[in-house]
């Protein structure tokens, strides 16, 4: 966890902050912390300084305030509002890959408007994780001059507001999608196809995701494989691409510096800070992690992704 205390914020995360039930084929957890803010805030957390945006109500649990605490985590961003906070259920099928909503109770997240403290505005370093892409915009509008800004989304914004998804793809620097997202959002059933048309877009780099299978990273002129690091067990793959993402922004942040060396280099710690995080449900995992454990794994990794 951290221990950068200063109050100048290197990195902001906007997202969810949930309470999830969750259940695998061999287990199943109710009322457990999550949100895609929470696992990109706890794993930056390792790297810098991370500031969460976002809104909980009135019951959120003291302990999960807590827990962010313990990471180090700034919540001058974290809204409380009156009422019931965000909480959705999923269940995973027999091979962990696909997943079926059960239920999503928007709640306090329904009215949601961010709003980002005046600390915060001058950071280097945004994530825009998965929230409506008018929401994605208003904070945009906030912030002055970001080095380097993440943005994340899901299905749901490409069939309700592709149009505004669009223009927040416009005006960042990195999109990650899935494989079925970057289809979809493209209509290319090719990879290369459809990263390239995102890239048309506006950002710097299109990052896609293919779940246990890792990552490709696109650029104008060039391709990064991204392997997974492979994991004999894997408990609950819930937030596996939020808690890449914070990985990674952290790492990047910590190095300060956004050239495509920092970017490559970033990226493994954003693997490998997700391989802990499904390890476990929750942030469990994350919670009792420690830098030289992350430092072994990366080391490890970058021997097994080597080719010849
Ligand atoms: P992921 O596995 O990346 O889809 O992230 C899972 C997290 O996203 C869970 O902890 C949920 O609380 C949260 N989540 C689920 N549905 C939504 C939604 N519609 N908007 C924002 N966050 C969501």
Not at 20 to 36: K, N, Q, V
Not at 217 to 245: K, Q
Request: hydrophobic share 40%; glycine share 10%; aromatic share 10%.
């Amino acid at each position: 966890m951290s221990e950068h205390q200063n109050n100048h914020m290197d990195l902001v995360i906007v997202g969810s902050v949930g309470i999830d039930t969750i259940e695998t084929p061999t287990a199943r957890r109710e009322d457990i912390l999550g949100g895609s803010a929470s696992y990109a805030c706890a794993a930056a957390s390792y790297f810098t300084n991370v500031g969460m945006v976002g809104v909980v109500g009135t019951d959120f649990p003291q302990s999960y305030m807590d827990l962010y605490r313990r990471f180090g985590i700034d919540l001058e961003g974290l809204q409380v509002a009156e009422g019931e906070t965000f909480k959705w259920s999923g269940v995973y099928e027999k091979n962990m890959d696909n997943r079926r909503t059960l239920s999503t109770e928007l709640n306090v997240f329904a009215d949601f408007s961010p709003e980002l403290p005046p600390s915060y505005r001058d950071v280097d370093f945004l994530f825009l994780a998965n929230i409506s892409p008018d929401l994605q915009l208003h904070v945009l509008d906030q912030v002055k001059k970001p080095k380097f800004v993440l943005l994340d989304t899901m299905d749901l914004w490409i069939n309700v507001a592709k149009d505004t998804l669009t223009e927040v793809i416009g005006k960042v620097t990195m999109l990650t999608m899935n494989e079925s997202e970057a289809r979809h959002f493209t209509g290319e059933h090719g990879l290369i196809r459809a990263a390239r048309a995102l890239l048309d877009l506006g950002p710097k780099y299109v990052c896609i995701k293919k779940g246990e299978h890792g990552s490709i990273m696109f650029t104008g002129d060039d391709i990064f494989l991204m392997p997974a690091y492979p994991l004999e067990d894997v408990h609950d793959p819930t937030g596996a691409g939020d808690t890449f993402a914070g990985g990674f922004l952290g790492a990047l942040a910590r190095g300060g510096r956004v050239g495509k060396n920092d970017i490559r280099k970033a990226m493994t710690y954003g693997s490998v800070v997700a391989s802990f995080g499904v390890e476990d449900f929750s942030l469990d995992r994350l919670a009792e992690l420690t830098l030289p454990e992350i430092d072994a794994r990366a080391a490890a990794f970058r021997k097994i992704g080597r080719v010849l």
